[in-house]
């Protein structure tokens, strides 16, 4: 069956089918996420690393090998040194444990009498209750405990096949794109190339202004707090800026684990709403100047698809469907701007409005042009 086909079949009978297409998708990508995962990781390191290799491979004279191998090992020693120098900020929290304590105990009492207080449920109702609640805990650590681990391990595996996954991808990426150009007809082949172009361009473009923007948005936020006397400001600055390249979720996530660790350590409870307020502003500023600025490019995602695919991939693949759900909505963008017959769906993924509208008239003039039949005046 061919497009035209498909086209004249009735309604609910091309609903049902692409219901059926999206289901399966669904399925597989969940079954297949400790292949898929992996793998998308490395495409999206791969294309950051592309200049890099080439660099190495043409200008410095190294073997591919080697310079594929040189840069993968780039990344992962900048990898290390951020993880390095968080963890020897997170180990001076251990110094503020009492702190913290005599924090927690005094917010516990204040709430123990506003309980009393306004639901009249007295002090030994509460610590039964909070005993009951411990008590489940505790007997469930050891499955804690065991599923800790084996998140750990897991958690390796997915970063030593990441970076192997990587090194092949730059190793063997004109094998690649000779693959992706020989399984499509002949005439269809100079649309493909354009598109692989593209989303090379778009997610190299993306990735770069991310972590720029991560960069100055965890800067920011550093300075601010130092400015405020909050004790551990870098760690925080470093936190956001890590947290801020999942949208919009990230930066209240950061501001949660902010406004513990400065309710643990400040001498005033004051300076929890001040960092509060940090992070609002911040968040304004990023979201509508930084993030268009710095990050912007050819294509853009409306806030309302990004929120929805930020949750879907949360839903599908936890954490790491999160941090991808941006680049993969990116890729499908521009493969549907090209396709004349997913061009609607590109519409509905755009942010910028009056292109989005070009499309759409463009869209409508063809469609009137194919409706319009050629009459023959002989």
Request: hydrophobic share 55%; proline share 3%; aromatic share 10%.
């Amino acid at each position: 069956m061919d497009i035209k086909q498909f086209k004249a079949l009735p309604f609910y009978i091309k609903m049902a089918s692409i219901l059926f297409i999206l289901m399966s998708l669904v399925y597989i990508v969940i079954v297949a996420k400790e292949i898929l995962s992996p793998l998308i990781f490395s495409c999206l390191f791969s294309i950051l690393l592309l200049p890099l290799a080439s660099f190495l491979e043409h200008k410095v004279r190294l073997p591919r090998s080697a310079a594929s191998m040189l840069s993968v090992l780039l990344l992962l020693g900048s990898i290390g040194i951020i993880l390095y120098v968080i963890g020897s900020q997170i180990s001076g929290l251990a110094n503020d444990w009492p702190q913290f304590q005599d924090q927690l105990t005094k917010s516990v009492d204040n709430l123990q009498e506003w309980i009393a207080a306004t639901f009249h449920v007295g002090y030994s109702k509460q610590l039964t209750y909070v005993h009951t609640a411990t008590t489940k805990i505790m007997a469930s650590g050891t499955a804690v405990a065991g599923a800790t681990l084996l998140t750990l391990s897991s958690l390796l595996l997915f970063f030593v096949f990441t970076f192997i996954y990587t090194f092949f991808f730059l190793l063997y990426r004109r094998l690649i794109m000779k693959f992706f150009e020989s399984v499509f007809l002949e005439e269809n082949k100079h649309l493909v190339h354009d598109i692989i172009e593209q989303v090379q361009y778009i997610i190299r473009k993306y990735i770069i202004g991310l972590l720029i923007e991560m960069a100055i948005v965890g800067g920011v936020v550093a300075l601010a707090l130092w400015a405020l006397g909050i004790k551990y400001a870098f760690l925080l600055g470093l936190i956001t800026g890590i947290f801020n390249i999942i949208p919009y979720i990230g930066i209240f996530s950061a501001l949660v684990v902010s406004s513990l660790i400065t309710f643990a350590t400040a001498t005033v409870v004051s300076k929890v709403l001040l960092v509060a307020v940090v992070f609002v502003v911040v968040h304004l500023a990023d979201s509508n100047i930084l993030l268009p600025v710095v990050v912007g490019s050819k294509v853009r995602i409306n806030a309302l698809i990004t929120v929805l695919g930020v949750i879907i991939g949360e839903m599908i693949w936890g954490i790491p469907g999160m941090f991808l759900s941006i680049p993969v909505i990116a890729v499908l963008k521009i493969i549907f701007d090209r396709v004349e017959s997913l061009q609607s769906w590109g519409i509905i993924l755009g942010d910028e409005e009056h292109k989005q509208n070009k499309l759409a008239t463009k869209m409508k003039a063809k469609s009137k042009a194919k409706a319009v039949i050629p009459t023959d005046n002989n």
